[in-house]
């Protein structure tokens, strides 16, 4: 089978970004209609992200991102803004799940050398990052093999659908 | 090897020897949504093959973020959780019964038990001794379905706390404390332990104030273990018969202990806009706020409205201060007003809102206009959180923010006393 390669441009965030920063409760009147809501993802961290965002880039954020609230809505806005994958330092602990259960992958690496604009190639299979506007290679930690098998069927609900139950 | 309180639940609910670090796949005894989670959860749950509750006893909604509702489309969400649970005959609480957390310990958590709720702060229940864990919506969707999920067995780091407290300091200064300890994501993926004499002087009001703010050092569950005043709770809540004592062994094996000397504490306060940064209310005497707001899954239990109304008996809030209280379940404004806080606290100028999340989540209720600086007994003060980027919130115990109510400035409650 041939690598799983993504491609895009760094989107530069903080360390700390809460769920709140990707979707407010305030938008809670929209989690019924997607399209909408996902108009304003990330806005009390970039208002302008959207606009400039392209389908494939990346979000590249410092430690703890996704901490805070539950909702799923927030890795589901990121991923419907077209972002093939998030690296962060370290990721909270339901965002982690939420990112892999809708098949969004979420790499944790040392995001220190790389910076808003620069372009990256991500080689899912090998594990690595490569900055091509650098030329600087990273490695991201290893994904646990039950989250590996939810990401590889697209998600923990196609993967439920799939298999019937849970096959560790 | 002895087992933590965590690898002893595992343990039991999945049938296995469960170590730190092991992946593990247990049942679980409730399975919960709240309104804002709900409707994403029940569209997923109906892509799972079959899309049938595993168990409907003990598959729960929860209307509590945004009711009464503010608007056409989360009244049409509300619609559609109400017409899931007619149609699957599962539980469901409407508006005004209280917040989920609280429900959950009044009626469900018990000592040994797993839940897992669509909703970050359902890690509230470990007050009683429940293993209970926040999860997205595909997670508790296919939980829904399967009556059971995965996890991974947490490392756990155990807190231990000697001392009394000082009067006018408690459970909420020693979260916001151990917090800034951690730091926000300190412990995440981990288990919180709480233990020590301290812990067994500690009502089940404040254990569960403590294990509610848990996921804001990232854990992944805070609990206490039982004991008879966790087995006095249940007997007043009419489930004294699911009491079980539960305490880690004696050789658990803990990857970090963390000792705090209550009597060493001071009334505390987490500083915009992260939950970590934390500072005693002295370093902050003098800040001027706007609104204050008494409530939510942390602090809106009877003791913390009776800390309030302690303090506001016959006062009246500072005029440039809104004060908003919203108690945590009918249960509690029912004792509330038998008892007569809530008298005591609308003659001060509190605004009584309905049991519920109400102005916690930004959505409505209370939300902060610019530049506005909330001082909150919530448990988040991320920017944006209450509505506004652009708004400031500060966290703190029932008693900071009720002598702040009166001074129209961030106080320490001893100072007005």
Redesign the interface.
């Given at each position: 089978m041939a690598d799983t390669i993504l491609k895009g441009k760094a989107f530069r965030f903080g360390d700390n970004i809460s769920t709140d920063h990707i979707i407010p409760g305030k938008y809670a009147h929209l989690r019924s209609d997607l399209p909408e809501l996902a108009k304003h993802v990330m806005e009390d961290a970039d208002p302008n992200f959207v606009e400039k965002v392209k389908s494939g880039d990346f979000i590249v954020a410092g430690k703890n991102f996704g901490l805070g609230s539950s909702r799923e809505h927030a890795a589901l806005v990121i991923k419907m803004a077209g972002v093939s994958a998030i690296l962060a330092k370290s990721v909270a602990r339901i965002f982690f799940r939420n990112a892999i259960n809708q098949g969004l992958p979420t790499l944790i690496c040392d995001t220190d050398k790389i910076d808003a604009g620069d372009k990256l190639e991500v080689n899912l299979t090998r594990g690595t990052i490569t900055d091509l506007t650098k030329d600087v290679q990273l490695t991201f930690g290893k994904i646990p093999k039950v989250m590996l098998d939810i990401l590889n069927e697209g998600g923990l609900i196609p993967y439920i659908a799939k298999h019937g139950d849970f096959e560790l | 090897m002895g087992k933590t309180l965590s690898e002893k639940i595992l343990s039991e609910k999945s049938g296995t020897d469960a170590r730190a670090g092991d992946?593990v796949?247990a049942s679980v005894d409730l399975v919960f949504v709240q309104d804002?989670?709900g409707?994403?959860t029940i569209r997923?749950f109906k892509?799972?093959?079959h899309g049938r509750l595993a168990n409907p006893q003990r598959t729960a909604i929860f209307l509590d973020?945004?009711v009464p509702s503010?608007?056409?489309?989360?009244s049409?969400?509300h619609q559609?959780l109400r017409r899931f649970a007619e149609d699957n005959e599962c539980r469901i609480f409407e508006g005004g019964t209280g917040i989920c957390h609280q429900l959950v310990a009044e009626m469900f958590a018990n000592p040994g038990d797993i839940i897992v709720?669509?909703?970050?702060h359902?890690v509230t229940a470990g007050g009683l001794g429940t293993f209970a864990t926040?999860?997205?919506?595909?997670?508790v969707?296919?939980a829904f379905?399967?009556g059971?999920t995965?996890f991974?067995v947490p490392e756990t780091f155990k807190i231990s706390i000697s001392g009394r407290f000082r009067k006018w300091v408690g459970a909420k200064d020693l979260i916001i404390h151990l917090i800034g300890v951690l730091g926000?994501?300190g412990a995440?993926?981990k288990a919180l332990e709480f233990d020590g004499q301290t812990v067994s002087n500690m009502s089940i009001s404040e254990r569960l104030t403590v294990a509610n703010m848990a996921?804001e050092a990232?854990a992944?569950v805070g609990i206490f273990p039982s004991d008879n005043v966790t087995q006095r709770f249940l007997t007043v809540q009419g489930r004294g018969n699911k009491y079980s004592a539960l305490r880690p062994d004696t050789y658990a094996n803990y990857e970090r202990t963390i000792i705090i000397n209550a009597s060493e504490l001071e009334p505390m306060v987490a500083v915009p806009h992260?939950v970590d940064n934390v500072t005693p209310v002295s370093m902050l005497a003098g800040t001027k706020i706007d609104q204050v707001f008494i409530g939510t899954c942390t602090n809106g239990r009877l003791e913390d409205l009776a800390m309030a109304a302690a303090i506001l008996r016959r006062k009246k809030r500072h005029p440039s201060v809104r004060l908003i209280i919203a108690p945590a379940s009918q249960q509690i404004l029912t004792k509330a007003m038998k008892i007569g806080y809530i008298q005591v606290l609308v003659a001060a100028g509190a605004v009584i809102l309905p049991p519920g999340c109400a102005a916690c989540?930004?959505?409505h209720q209370g939300?902060l206009g610019d530049n506005e600086v909330c001082l909150s007994t919530a448990n988040?003060n991320?920017?944006?959180?209450m509505?506004n980027?652009e708004a400031s919130i500060y966290l703190a115990s029932p008693a900071t923010a009720a002598a702040s109510a009166l001074t129209g400035e961030i106080t320490d409650p001893r100072k007005v006393l």
């Open positions: - | 992946i796949i804002t989670t409707p994403l997923q892509e799972v093959k973020h945004a503010p608007n056409r489309q989360l049409n969400d559609f709720g669509a909703d970050s359902t926040g999860m997205g919506s595909s997670d969707a296919v379905a399967l059971k995965w991974r926000a994501d995440t993926y996921v990232g992944k992260t989540l930004g959505l939300v988040r991320f920017k944006g959180r509505g980027p």
